[in-house]
């Protein structure tokens, strides 16, 4: 017999629904401060650039909730879990997702963020809200805090890269592989936040895994706020293995789990085009997206920290 439901708050960044939707999505993400006109129209224009606009987007989303929902009714024995969606700067933001388990008479929930890697200002900044609103509604709630090393994860991903070689000459033999993430603020390092050793230790074990020996770590899609973030920028260490004569590269977006517009546009567009200014062959992995195994290592950390719940 099936026990009450536990829920479980799947939570992203979140993407505007169409167009007109980009600047409340821009002004939420600037604190409920407006854009310039400027600004609007480049990331506008930004998502205009790739197939599809924006409504690819969400819809990777819904499919990798609904994916997990399968996974977890697969794997969760007498447990029933339920699970919702919680976006950062879209609807349904966090507290929707909680309010709604709350509605359903849910009193234990677990949230957990398709990010593999843990820091304090993104991962963290989630599982703030979650547990704050939680609390609000009387709901029990423990979050996944990462799951960056998870062998279905690795394994997913080094298949990729293999895969991703095979699209070179001698099957990728001089092509480095360049992992990239999500940088942020400089700060973090001042903090012993442990986002940068992750994500290392996440491209380290892929590598390994897949059999490559030549690769190096870079960082992309930094914010534009007047203060130092994380680098080298993707296109500064493009720039430099141009001058070491390197002529083709696999990236590897390490830090992030589905095609959304840091993947559609700052690499296969910008990056894409910078390197091929420099006489350099740049390809990419296929996305995570909804992956069965990408969806079993979701499943079990979830299941994981469930049972430390009990």
Known sequence: MKRKSIGVLVMSYGTPESLEG???????????????????????????SIVGGVFPLRENTNRQVAALQHTLDELAGEDSFVCYQGLKHAFP???????????????????????????????????KRAQEEAAKHGIAFKSVQEYHLHPELIEALSERVKEGLHKFDKQGADTLVLFSAHSL?????????????????????????????????????AGQTGQPWLGPDILETLEQISEEGITSVL????????????????????AHEYA???????????????DPQYMAALADSVLIVHRELE
């Open 251 to 270: 990236v590897t977006p390490v830090g992030f789990v589905s095609d959304h517009l840091e993947v559609l546009y700052d690499i296969d567009i910008e």
């Open 185 to 221: 603020p400089a700060k973090i390092l001042e903090m012993n936040d442990p986002y940068s050793d992750q994500l290392l230790a996440t491209s380290a074990a892929i590598a390994n895994l897949a059999g490559v020996k030549k690769w190096q770590f870079t960082w992309q899609s």
């Open 22 to 48: 980009v600047e409340a999505y821009y002004t939420h993400i600037r604190r409920g401060n407006p854009p310039s006109a400027e600004q609007l129209e480049d990331l506008t224009n930004r998502y205009r």
């Open 276 to 290: 091929s200014e420099r006489g350099i062959r740049l390809e990419r992995i296929r996305m995570l997206n909804d």
């Open 93 to 127: 933001y966090i507290e929707d997702g909680i309010a709604a388990m709350a509605a359903a008479g849910i009193t234990k929930a677990i949230g957990i963020v398709l990010t593999p890697q843990y820091s304090v200002m993104s991962v963290g900044g989630y599982m």
